[in-house]
């Protein structure tokens, strides 16, 4: 529970940095839509492999789901607040 809060707020600051509102997806249910998400990421996701997330969307403060850009997107309905990561250069 703590990993999932820290990620939580990993990427409420990782939002500061983002591009804003990347190309639009199809829509979900509201009742699986994200709040939020961060895209082109590399995201620890703190289980017992280690993996590395490419996405992470959040809801209600928690996070949903980590995965690909791709299957992240599909989280996100008209409401949801989308950032696309920067690599660093």
Known sequence: MKNLILLAGAAGMLSACAVQNPPTSVSMPTTLAADMIVTNA??????????IAQAIAIKDGKVLRT???KDILRLRDGDTQSSMLMAKR
């Open 42 to 51: 590399k995201i620890a996701v703190m289980d017992d492999k280690r993996s």
């Open 67 to 69: 995965g690909s850009d």
